[in-house]
């Protein structure tokens, strides 16, 4: 049944309106139950899901989409809330016992791309810095993140309340080309980024392409001589050690430019999730990448260009980006607008039940 005559145009046939009955009734038995209240938190998404796993039993939880959801109001930007709401739901699975399906926006960095490749990837979930980036380890060294791809040093990062801390870095890898950023500091320092990478400003965690002249970033200008390990430090925070932003400095931003294109890495810091790029505070970014178990992107190449072939307008692709515990790869199907609907691309000759 063509979903337009459905949902806005209602020119239905008499067959139509039997198929339309008919699916309805089928609906209405089945136990699939929506909550469509606005706002919901992760607090209140548990709770729910609890009772209804209670109540009626739970296969499968489907957020629509993460986004919309709302995290705790004493974090400090709507990026830390995101990190908190995936960790959160990766709790709930397990609590639960079901999978749990949380639907994403892309971030529009394919849309950036110098190439005409604009499929989705991993490194799209992922805002990162240059070559160049010197990392401060725990042993005092300052190293090229280039130099460390592969590896997984103890770095120095920034605890919530600003204690200069030692954690161990989870990963290092090359993310791809991207365009980036030039951040200049009234010191000389600089540090150069994707336009979504973050660094700690006076306006808590900011997005590079967010940052002015007018703003200030955090520099660990003196690093304390005896260095405590991240975790024994966000206890003593948690307990009430007074500490706010003690060992950190500021230093005004004189200028933020475009400076093209270059490859682009990322280091990983799970904790204090932050890593003092040659003493700027940079975040550890990509929450969504790290939490999940399984990413899959919806591409298709019509949505992006116009000069696709006709038979190919309405092929998609499931890209499996990540799969903890299996294979990654591609599957194309049929993307059957009339229907709102995908088919295997193997059987597109057939044609779809109305169901």
């Excluded at 994707?194 to 900011?206: A, D, I, P, V």
């Excluded at 932003?245 to 890495?265: C, K, M, Q, T, Y």
Aim: glycine letters at 6%; hydrophobic letters at 40%; aromatic letters at 6%.
């Amino acid at each position: 049944m063509d979903s337009q005559a459905v949902r806005r145009t209602g020119f239905l046939s008499s067959s139509d309106w039997h198929r339309l009955t008919a699916a309805a009734g089928r609906l209405s038995e089945a136990k699939i139950f929506i909550d469509d209240s606005p706002g919901l938190t992760v607090l209140e998404a548990r709770a729910k899901a609890r009772r209804m796993k209670a109540e009626h039993g739970l296969d499968l939880l489907v957020i629509d989409y993460l986004q919309l959801m709302r995290g705790r109001a004493a974090l400090d930007n709507r990026q830390q809330e995101i990190s908190e709401i995936s960790r959160s739901l990766k709790a709930l699975a397990k609590e639960l016992n079901v999978p749990v399906v949380a639907l994403s926006q892309l971030s529009r960095a394919v849309e950036a791309r110098a190439q005409r490749d604009f499929r989705p990837q991993l490194s799209d979930l992922r805002e990162c810095v240059t070559r160049d980036t010197r990392v401060l380890l725990a042993d005092g060294r300052r190293v090229p993140i280039g130099d460390l791809v592969g590896t997984a040093p103890e770095v120095l990062a920034m605890s919530p309340r600003g204690a200069i801390v030692t954690a161990k870095s989870e990963r290092v890898w090359c993310v791809g080309r991207r365009a980036i950023r030039l951040i200049r500091l009234g010191s000389g320092r600089s540090i150069r980024a994707t336009q979504e990478h973050r660094l700690f400003s006076q306006r808590r965690w900011t997005s590079v392409g967010d940052l002015t002249p007018r703003d200030m970033l955090a520099v660990a200008n003196h690093i304390p001589e005896t260095l405590r390990d991240y975790a024994e430090v966000a206890d003593a925070e948690r307990t009430g050690e007074p500490s706010t932003l003690a060992e950190i400095d500021w230093e005004r931003i004189v200028s933020v430019e475009a400076a093209g294109h270059e490859d682009v890495f990322d280091l990983t810091v799970p904790g204090p999730e932050s890593w003092l790029a040659d003493g700027i505070v940079s975040h550890n970014s990509g929450a969504l990448e790290q939490d999940s178990d399984v990413i899959l992107f919806l591409y298709r190449a019509r949505v992006y260009r116009e000069d696709v072939p006709p038979d190919e307008e309405n092929i998609a692709e499931v890209i499996i980006g990540k799969q903890r515990n299996g294979p990654t790869g591609t599957v194309k199907v049929v993307f059957l607008p009339q229907y709102a609907r995908f088919e295997n691309a193997a059987d597109q000759h057939r044609q779809p039940s109305p169901f």
